[in-house]
């Protein structure tokens, strides 16, 4: 530092050098302030300038996200009709409706809904329900509210008897003789059975009003893993089949994840298999495919197609288990001789009706298992979704007529 202090002298430039250490950090603290400040004001100007940029293009982005919203105004809109002429401003039929916020899983809401069209209900020739239910949906606690419903609405109330061995596909024989049978109860009434979907026209007889319930594919398989599983299924079917045998109890104890990791034969969802028997509940679009060999093979894109035709030509309504308010209300207006006070009736029993078939034996089965076996449910969830959205469109059609404003 001398060194550097005689080179300023003889440039003829005074220094000032402390002498105490208190002198030199009084120094560097000055320092290091007149830094700070100058710095400082350099942000201060470019921050400025920045802003000023940012106002302009803020300007600019905002009349884009006028225009932006407009556009997905425009095609957020659906237009209701319900038959007449639906190019015609002054037909009451159609209504432009904003779709609910939230409420509706994309691709619904880009095309027209037409309320004929989602209502087979009209299409029925007897004032018959077939409600040919799907297991592990809820499909007990709405056969329960039916029953209930039957004395408020005056219909008579049907439904399949236990069987120790329940047959869901039919040979075409039987199937004929369950249209027959069904066809003969004196309308109005109800038929409750797990049955494939049955084409009563294909034997001759009348069609029916056709309902069901979905769910959640791989919720439901896990659902019906668990319930045959249960002590009070065993106990139940035991009084009603007292030569019954018991389960090994080694298969009763086995987990689903267990049985998912080790690759045992019941939880091996391989696509194509056509196995069938106690436990293998996987073909949710069984039950609508119908009863032919073609509808057998798991998670494939025939059975798939046909059971979308079947929901579409046939089902005044197809309920979604996760959107159960928004069933019944599908229920009470597009079937209304059967179903009208169905939500009255179901939440003045709600602690009673939401209990039935509920299994406190099932454990929780972790998401990274679900998602692993997700995997080979693809086609059985598009199906699912495929029926949650139609529910969904029966739901924005009753609000855009008016029917409903919850």
């Not at 005056?154 to 039919?170: A, W, Y």
């Amino acid at each position: 530092m001398r060194g550097s202090v005689e080179q300023l002298i003889k440039n003829g430039k005074r220094f000032y050098v402390p002498r105490r250490p208190s002198e030199l950090l009084a120094l560097l603290a000055l320092s290091t302030t007149l830094f700070l400040f100058l710095h400082t004001r350099d942000l201060q100007v470019k921050l400025k300038e920045m802003e000023t940029r940012a106002t302009g293009e803020s300007a600019a982005s905002s009349s884009r996200g006028i225009a932006s919203s407009l556009a997905e105004s425009a095609v957020n809109t659906v237009v209701i009709t319900s038959g007449g002429d639906p190019t015609s401003s002054s037909s009451s039929s159609k209504i432009m409706l904003a779709a609910l916020a939230g409420t509706l899983p994309q691709g619904v809401v880009t095309e027209e809904i037409d309320v004929t069209a989602l209502n087979n209900t009209a299409r029925a020739k007897k004032d018959i329900i077939f409600f040919n239910r799907v297991p592990k949906v809820g499909s007990q606690t709405i056969m329960e509210l039916i029953r209930r419903l039957s004395h408020r609405n005056g219909f008579n109330f049907h439904r399949d008897k236990v069987q120790r061995v329940e047959s869901i596909r039919l040979a075409p024989r039987d199937e004929s003789y369950l249209a027959q049978v069904v066809s003969n109860y004196e309308p109005p009434s109800v038929y409750v059975k797990h049955v494939c979907f049955t084409n009563f026209t294909k034997y001759g007889y009348p069609e029916p009003i056709y309902i069901n319930l979905v769910r959640d594919p791989v919720e439901r398989v896990i659902s019906w893993y668990y319930y045959i599983r249960a002590p009070w299924y065993y106990v139940e079917r035991k009084q009603v089949f007292p030569d019954l045998p018991l389960p090994d109890p080694n298969w009763l104890k086995k987990d689903f994840e267990t049985c998912v990791l080790r690759g045992d034969r019941e939880c091996r969802f391989i696509e194509g298999e056509t196995r069938e028997g106690i436990g293998d509940h996987r073909r949710q679009t069984l039950f609508f495919c119908g009863h032919g060999e073609e509808c057998t093979p798991f998670n494939t894109e025939g059975a798939l197609q046909r059971a979308k035709a079947a929901v579409e030509r046939h089902y005044a309504v197809v309920g979604v288990l996760e959107e159960f308010n928004k069933t019944l209300s599908v229920f009470e207006h597009y079937i209304p001789r059967f179903f009208s006070g169905a939500s009255q009736v179901y939440w003045d029993s709600a602690h009673s009706l939401s209990k039935i078939n509920k299994n406190l034996y099932k454990p929780t089965v972790s998401e990274e298992i679900k998602n692993l076996v997700r995997q080979n449910f693809t086609r059985e969830t598009e199906f699912y979704q495929f029926c949650r959205q139609r529910l969904h469109k029966q739901y924005v059609a009753l609000h855009g007529l008016g029917l409903i404003s919850n």
